[in-house]
């Protein structure tokens, strides 16, 4: 029997997932499948491999683990070209591996949350097969095709004729000319992957009961790639000039007029058929705070929490591969104040994250990754995250204080963003490889998708798996940053993260409690690295009443992201106030209203 028809198990849902809002109250762990853990000895990760590090997750107590695509896929895009969205990649396992995750991870208390990609999917999708046979083909409604523009001197299909000035994430053209039927069909990422039409109804409803299975198979929820960009403007006109002739995509379609109306009917149709309480997340590129609002508040049934990227484009000056500019302290904790101010405030509510698998390493990014500073900077970077208002996500490998890889050669990546991004820059004149490293080393996506370092015996994979994996190890296995050097180590990153978790569930003053940035301001800031004094102090104060499930009015998280010690005010470290949480031995500490150097402290007050 196809495993695709087969009768559903018996629902699985993970202990208490009825229980309203239970997404707000632990913390997600993102799980990269083919960079996790391989089984199999093929040199990719998967399910089973998953299976046999349930208890890390469970040791590190995260109450949701969010994975990364695991369905059918060419792999053009690494698992986010989607060719069936009812079934599992066959490197990652079977469908039966899946049901023994999730009944693994429910055992456990812990739920599972899917990537699902539905702006677009993959060229090799059957839909997208019937809709590219012919123009008169019913499914033909199901992308989106146009014809080319008349230009003259120029053929149809010809760079240049493309329907709009439109570009794709992934560098060049967002259209793709088919010479079978004569018409280009759109492609806000890879030409692997075109563009669901969601102004058909017909569309919308596959997608709607392709999640309902999930959802019946035990699923707790989605985390919805880019659907923010589903909803596509009336006419698709040009977009404002980027270069090489082209304009950008992603100004026109970025919260598109139907985006709210979609996520609404997919409410309606999908979750509120259900009597157990789900989470799903949008990952919403652009989004502004007000759109950010109208989205998470409950009270407009759209979803849960967005994914925004502010924060992460901070030091970006043009091109994300542009080396990046010095980023002031001041900027990102403004930033994530302001997100709090004008959406977890006025009744919303904020993802909380510094990487993913699209993100580099934030010990590399904002923290200090020389050996001598790393672990410290890592936990002060994981403190001040998670005082924050919103749900905290941990990236695989965050938990130890992964750091960037040292690349040198273009045949080191695998991202086919860097690919594209190179010889696209070679072909008109932009830079070589060698000059363009500096950029795309800092930035590119394959710094998160280096293999989970289990031991540090990099020279046979680091305990990722037998044979040699698809994707470097990362040196930096061999110097600590692995798992069995930290899990039950005083003293270890990881160690930290499980303390500041726990912490979580028994200080209801970090999830429910008001939120105020107490510093650095403006005045204060300078660009990293090197700065030291209050510009490098970064303080945020939760309070409540004391008596609700905490014995105090006030928690404040404190951290000083440089090398040289500084002393504190009152405002900022109250006198006779309890050190709940530090990132350095007791022995270790700068001393009251001192903190040495990258040293992170959480008060009650």
């Not at 560098?171 to 492609?187: A, K, V």
């Not at 540090?456 to 990362?474: H, K, L, Q, T």
């Not at 429910?512 to 403006?522: D, H």
């Amino acid at each position: 029997m196809n495993d695709n028809l087969r009768p559903m198990p018996p629902l699985a849902h993970a202990p208490g997932a009825d229980q309203p809002d239970w997404w707000k109250n632990g913390v997600v762990y993102q799980i990269y499948p083919r960079s996790f853990a391989d089984a199999n000895g093929d040199g990719i990760g998967d399910l089973r491999g998953i299976i046999n590090h349930v208890d890390h997750l469970a040791a590190l107590g995260i109450q949701t683990v969010w994975l990364s695509p695991i369905y059918p896929s060419p792999q053009d895009d690494n698992g986010y070209d989607i060719a069936n969205y009812r079934d599992i990649e066959p490197m990652f396992g079977t469908l039966d591996d899946f049901d023994e995750l999730i009944e693994k991870l429910h055992a456990h208390g812990i739920r599972l949350v899917m990537d699902l990609v539905v702006n677009h999917s993959s060229d090799e999708h059957e839909w997208f097969r019937e809709s590219r046979s012919s123009r008169e083909n019913p499914k033909r409604d199901w992308y989106i095709w146009r014809d080319a523009r008349e230009v003259e001197g120029l053929k149809p299909g010809e760079r240049g004729t493309e329907p709009n000035n439109w570009d794709s994430a992934f560098s060049g053209p967002g259209w793709q000319w088919d010479e079978e039927t004569e018409q280009f069909y759109l492609h806000m990422f890879s030409r692997k992957q075109p563009d669901l039409n969601w102004e058909n109804p017909e569309v919308r409803e596959a997608v709607y009961d392709m999640m309902r299975w999930w959802l019946d198979r035990g699923v707790d929820g989605f985390r919805m790639d880019v659907i923010n960009l589903i909803s596509k403007p009336e006419g698709l006109p040009d977009g404002p000039p980027t270069q090489d002739g082209l304009g950008s995509a992603f100004a026109m379609v970025m919260t598109g007029p139907r985006f709210h109306e979609f996520m609404q009917e997919m409410r309606r149709e999908v979750f509120d058929r259900y009597p157990k309480t789900f989470v799903n997340v949008g990952e919403t590129p652009g989004i502004t705070t007000h759109d950010a609002l109208l989205t998470s508040t409950p009270s407009r049934g759209e979803l849960e929490m967005v994914f925004q990227f502010e924060h992460v484009g901070l030091e970006h000056e043009g091109h994300k591969f542009n080396p990046s500019r010095p980023l002031p302290l001041h900027e990102l904790a403004g930033n994530l104040a302001r997100w709090d101010r004008e959406v977890a405030e006025e009744g919303g509510w904020n993802s909380l994250y510094f990487e993913n698998h699209d993100q580099p390493r934030s010990v590399s990014r904002w923290g200090d990754d020389d050996p001598a500073w790393r672990v410290r900077s890592a936990k002060a970077l994981a403190g001040m995250l998670h005082a924050h208002r919103g749900t905290p996500y941990v990236y695989q490998g965050q938990e130890i204080g992964q750091v960037n890889f040292p690349w040198e050669r273009l045949e080191q990546f695998r991202d086919i963003e860097v690919l594209n991004y190179v010889r696209e820059s070679e072909q008109f004149g932009h830079g070589s490889f060698e000059e363009l490293l500096p950029g795309i080393s800092d930035m590119n996506r394959d710094n998160a998708r280096t293999p989970m370092p289990w031991t540090a015996a990099v020279d046979s994979g680091a305990g990722f798996g037998e044979s040699e994996p698809w994707i470097a190890v990362n040196p930096s296995a061999a110097e600590g940053v692995n798992a069995a050097d930290q899990v039950g180590v005083e003293g270890s990153v990881f160690e930290f993260y499980r303390a500041l978790i726990a912490l979580r569930k028994s200080e209801p003053l970090l999830v429910s409690g008001g939120f105020e940035l107490l510093g650095p301001v403006e005045s204060m800031g300078e660009g990293l690295p090197g700065q030291s004094g209050l510009s490098r102090v970064w303080a945020v104060r939760r309070s409540g009443t004391a008596g609700e499930g905490s014995d105090a009015s006030s928690l404040i998280a404190v951290a000083n992201f440089s090398r040289e010690a500084v002393e504190l005010s009152s405002d900022v470290w109250p006198e006779g106030a309890e050190v709940v949480l530090s990132n350095v031995a007791e022995g270790e500490r700068a001393g009251e209203q001192k903190l040495g150097g990258w040293e992170f402290a959480l008060l009650k007050a």
